[in-house]
């Protein structure tokens, strides 16, 4: 990376093929950053058209093959015999991504290989709780190894399919999020609707501890921060599933360290998407018509059914059978003895009542959306970041 000389914007100019700003750099970038967003856009008029026209523009084609024809063979007298062995072939692993323009490429075309299948295998290892349908790209657009646009080329050439099409809906999800970040940077800070600032003032560490170490007692939410801290990557399910955890029930304000820890263990960060989410998930954005407060339990369930995410993750849950991990404070004495295993010792107890803490969120946040100040809020969103011409 080239060291800035004539200031940041010389740097960020110079920065090779990337579109988005690292996580490392984020903070020495931040001040300079918001300064040119508040020159950008003050609504969305003609943005989109202006996207298509952009998109629709040739990409680098990366060569991969030598320029020059390799010889046939090379003197390996003189080289140690671990040097003369072929180099080994590409292992996709999702579960401990390859950075680089190379890596980001054959990981795309064996993304090509699952998707053009009828029915792809689960890309990732050790999130059995992903979809079939994610990509595993966050990264490579984090880290400028791809660029949005040539990921949308190479997708153009593959045969359509609702895999192909799902990932076209998501990268246009980001670019749109991204390009509402230029115009308002305070999302970082700010809640995107300003009738939910206050709500959430008490805070408790205890509670943010026990989140970001995995100690929760609800062995889903525990499992994700653990799998976020080791592999850096967190399918968008158990994202939401977390941050929904950390604001709904633990009732903390998603800017008082929970959106900036995640921030710190994703590999993909990307501020531009990051804090938007972790706003939608923590229901400040006022645009919902009706509150519906996550159920821990209940995702764990639906998403995990099986318990091998939460198994994986979670060694003390493994003597278990997979319908008890799901809400191991549930089991009875004697279940705990057929086991082997003691709630608040093998694990801990749940550190709040979530069907209590689900119904104080419902009415608090409810509440705030009926609120005169939220619909005002919630109509000058709309005009501002509707995308008004698509
Ligand atoms: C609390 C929270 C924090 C998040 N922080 C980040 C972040 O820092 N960086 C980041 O890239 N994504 C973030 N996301 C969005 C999303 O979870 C990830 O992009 C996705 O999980 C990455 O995995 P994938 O490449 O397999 O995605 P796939 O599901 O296969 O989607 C393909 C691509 O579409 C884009 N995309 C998918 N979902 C979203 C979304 N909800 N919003 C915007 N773009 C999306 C991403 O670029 C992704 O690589 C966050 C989501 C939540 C709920």
Known sequence: MVAPRNGHC???????????????????????????????????????????????????????????????????????????????????????????????????HHLAQQYNQAKPSRLSQLNPAAPLTDAHLSAYLAYGNLSLRQILHFIRQQPRNRYWATLSARLLQRNDLIQQFEMDWRMERENLNFAFNGIRIKQNETYLAAWKSGTTGFPLIDAAMRCVRQTGYLPFRLRAATMAFLTQHLWLDWRKGGAAHLAQMLLDFEAGVHYPNCQQQALCTGSIAEVRVADPVKQARTLDPDAAFIRHWLPELRSLPPQLCHAPWLMTNLEQQLYGFQMGKDYPLPIIHYEQTQIFATTELNRVCRSLTAQRETARINARYASIDS
């Open 10 to 108: 010389a740097y960020l100019r110079a920065r090779p093929n990337c579109g988005t700003i690292l996580r490392s750099e984020w903070h020495y970038l931040a001040p300079i950053c918001r300064r040119r967003y508040r020159a950008r856009l003050k609504n969305r008029q003609g943005w989109d058209e202006r996207r298509r026209q952009t998109w629709r523009q040739a990409t680098y084609e990366p060569n991969f093959q030598l320029a020059v024809p390799a010889p046939d063979s090379l003197p390996t007298a003189d080289l140690p015999p671990d040097i003369s062995k072929p180099a080994p072939p590409f292992v996709p692993d999702p579960d401990a991504p390859a950075l680089g323009e190379t890596a980001a490429w054959q990981w795309l």
